[in-house]
């Protein structure tokens, strides 16, 4: 049997803080530091513990070329090697080179995906599962009576001023334009109407911002799409995942995107109720954003962005930007058809991958955005100082 060291991995010292209410009887503080070793890698959901000689040993494996475990077994401790094995750690091969366990198969895909090590620990252990953030905020609330802002302090000034007022170049401020009459009225919305969303707003939201305007060949076996939105490299990596809830004439479930068909890929119809289970856990139970008529998880095929920006370290923030940018897109274009939309990053992404059949790590969500005609009510506080889209008293 061969065996390499897996091929990304993070060794974090971590100290975890508990409480010791025997010790606080007992006359000390109570407080008890616990400092660990934690393996994270990107072929792996589960934070790993390891000891002193686990470490020791993985400091000395090559993440790619592969040896005999024999071999290594007359040098390392049989123990420490097993232990590593069955933490997924070490990686091994059979004799044909086929991969020998789940592990294995995970490790080999992430390898073939071209993911920069830091960017692929960072991007598989910030993903959630099942996180409620109305329960969190619930538990943060009865863990103190102070308030946040009581807790946090002042925030940092809004603007960074660099030089003294006297010295700034005042600029001229533009005449009023289309572009100024439809950015003043994006406004996050967080008050959506119950009645089903009409099917061509539906439509030419999806076009304005996920269509595809042209298909480039670029090279041979390379084709770049043009988009409302700029995207690195004219990839558009990153695609839209449709959770539609209530769009007349198109059944609730879950669809694809079709950018250059501007069509949807049916994946799996959904009864209202099951829709809106899901809708809440996309959201990670922000019921105001659950509420929305079509959820949209920006979805970063990793593996096509990583191609041809392999091994680099900014094209995990380049993917991160292109979804920046469709939301933008996806606001202006619900707002100029007088809707309104938002965006979240308190996601389930491990939820979402698993509706939508993804791999993690070769294809995932970065945010959840939506849309939908705005509620004749304002129940849920929305950022609109100016009352460009709300009147003072809610409507
Ligand atoms: C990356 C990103 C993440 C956000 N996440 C959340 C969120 O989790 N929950 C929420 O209510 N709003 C979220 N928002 C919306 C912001 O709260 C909103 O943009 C902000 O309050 C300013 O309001 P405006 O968009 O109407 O100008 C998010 C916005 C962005 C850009």
């Keep these: 049997m061969q065996v390499r060291r897996c091929a990304t991995l993070l060794i974090e010292p971590r100290e975890s803080i508990g409480f010791d209410l025997n010790a606080l009887l007992g006359g000390e503080t109570g407080v008890r530091s616990v400092l660990e070793w934690i393996a994270l890698t990107a072929h792996r959901d589960d934070e790993i513990a390891l000891d002193a000689a686990e470490v020791a040993l993985l400091g000395e494996l090559s993440p790619n070329r592969w040896v005999s475990f024999d071999g290594l ?23 044909d080179g086929a991969a020998s366990s789940e592990h ?16 692929a620990v960072m991007h598989r252990h910030t993903r959630w599962r099942g996180v409620d953030t109305e329960e969190a905020e619930r538990r943060f609330s009865e863990a103190s009576e102070q308030t946040f802002l009581e807790r946090l302090g002042a925030s940092p000034p809004p603007v960074r001023e660099r030089v003294d007022a006297r010295q700034r170049l005042s600029l001229q401020r533009p005449p009023h334009s289309a572009l100024d009459a439809l950015t003043e009225r994006r406004v996050t919305c967080r008050n959506f109407d119950a009645h089903p969303l009409a099917q061509a707003d539906f439509s030419a939201v999806l076009y304005r911002a996920f269509g595809a305007r042209a298909v480039s060949d670029y090279a041979p076996g390379v084709q770049l799409l043009k988009k409302s939105s700029p995207s ?12 539609v809830q209530s769009v007349a004439g198109i059944a609730a ?8 068909d501007h069509a949807l890929e049916p994946l799996h119809l959904l009864s209202a109720d099951e829709a809106a289970t899901l809708a809440r856990t996309f959201v990670a139970a922000q019921a105001y954003y659950a509420q929305a008529p079509v959820l949209i998880a920006l979805c970063a095929r990793f593996h096509r962005n990583f191609w041809k920006y392999r091994n680099h370290a900014k094209a995990y923030r380049a993917v991160i930007l292109d979804a920046g940018h469709l939301s933008q897109t996806l606001y202006l274009a619900a707002t100029e058809s007088n809707l309104g939309a938002f965006i979240t990053a308190a996601i389930n992404e491990a939820d979402i991958e698993q509706a939508f059949d993804l791999d993690p790590m070769a294809e995932g969500p970065l945010a959840v955005c939506g849309f939908g005609a ?4 304002r129940v849920t506080v929305e950022f609109d100082p100016e009352g460009k889209v709300w009147t003072n008293s809610g409507h």
């Design 73 to 95: 077994a007359q040098r390392h401790p049989r123990a420490v090697l097993d232990a590593l094995l069955a933490k997924g750690l070490l990686i091994a091969q059979d004799g």
């Design 374 to 377: 705005r509620a004749n009510k």
């Design 253 to 260: 479930g879950l669809y694809h995107y079709h950018p250059t």
């Design 104 to 119: 294995a198969q995970h490790d080999e895909a992430l390898r073939a995906t071209h993911w920069r090590d830091l960017a």
């Design 232 to 243: 690195a490299g004219g990839l558009h990596a990153v695609e839209a995942y449709l959770l």
